[in-house]
């Protein structure tokens, strides 16, 4: 189980070196977070003892279930799946570090209220739904400036860029324009220059887009499956079985 995870792990990083070049970029300013969703606490932990210590979790039930396995060890936790207001407590209790699904104004009042009761401060990204499908949260493109604009006046939440989920397709350029509409976004609210607002996160593509995503701009990529499930590709995909490693 660990050789495979660390060899997937290889891949991806490998992956995302490869994409960073092709794209002008340096390899230190996309982050791999592991979305650990379905994934047993034995499995995570191997990620974690390896340095890859940003996780994130789309369920609060298994961030509850996970927690006093996972504390011991130095790890950042981020929150992905849609957050309903009556969890909140529970985000704050098992210490997510950043919700990257804040989509609306309700349940940014409610997370400023109970941190102003605990006297917190919490990062979030503003999560945009950048393929228009109703199956898919996010704020509208068009209205996320305005919503970004109307959050930042909550003093706790600190805004440090956008998330989207983007269009699961095969075909790269739908993909692409997803990621554009982001990126694109996030200059405008750039421009818009709104005081306690950062723009330096763009927390999109997953293990299908990763490539693409990077293309675009992603500072934050979301790998679960590519990781924890089987191999993903073989050996040679990584080792150039060709050439003498030194």
């Known amino acids: 189980m660990k050789e495979d995870i660390l060899h997937n792990l290889a891949v991806i990083n490998e992956r995302i070196k490869k994409a960073c070049e092709q794209s002008g970029r340096n390899t230190?300013?996309?982050k791999l977070l592991l979305a650990t969703k379905t994934v047993?606490?034995?499995?995570?932990?191997?990620?974690?003892?390896?340095?890859?210590t940003l996780i994130a979790e789309n369920k609060v039930q298994e961030l509850k279930e996970k927690y006093e396995d996972l504390k011991g060890i130095p790890h950042e936790s981020h929150?992905?799946?849609?957050?309903?207001?009556?969890k909140i407590k529970d985000i704050l209790k098992y210490d997510v570090t950043c919700v990257q699904s804040l989509d609306r104004l309700e349940l940014a009042e409610?997370?400023?209220?109970?941190?102003?009761?605990?006297?917190?401060?919490?990062?979030?990204?503003?999560?945009?739904n950048t393929s228009n499908e109703e199956s898919k949260f996010g704020v509208n493109p068009d209205q996320a400036t305005e919503l970004t604009r109307k959050i930042s006046n909550y003093s706790?939440?600190?805004?440090?860029?956008?998330?989207?989920i983007g269009l699961f397709s095969a075909e790269t350029e739908k993909v692409r324009a997803c990621f554009k509409i982001l990126r694109n976004?996030?200059?405008?609210?750039?421009?818009?220059?709104?005081?306690?607002?950062?723009?330096?996160?763009?927390?999109?593509g997953m293990s299908g887009d990763l490539?693409?995503?990077?293309?675009?701009?992603?500072?934050?990529?979301?790998v679960g499956t590519a990781v924890f499930g089987a191999r993903i590709y073989p050996d040679s995909y990584y080792w150039d079985e060709g050439k003498t490693n030194k």
Do not use: C, W
């Open 79 to 86: 929150f992905i799946g849609h957050l309903q207001t009556n």
């Open 185 to 204: 976004l996030q200059q405008d609210i750039i421009r818009e220059n709104i005081p306690n607002v950062e723009m330096k996160e763009l927390s999109m």
């Open 110 to 128: 409610k997370i400023h209220q109970r941190l102003l009761a605990e006297n917190r401060t919490m990062d979030v990204l503003i999560q945009v």
């Open 40 to 52: 047993p606490p034995d499995r995570i932990k191997i990620t974690l003892e390896n340095g890859y």
């Open 28 to 30: 230190d300013d996309v």
């Open 156 to 164: 706790t939440l600190k805004i440090k860029g956008l998330m989207t």
């Open 211 to 222: 490539e693409t995503a990077i293309e675009e701009g992603a500072t934050i990529v979301r």
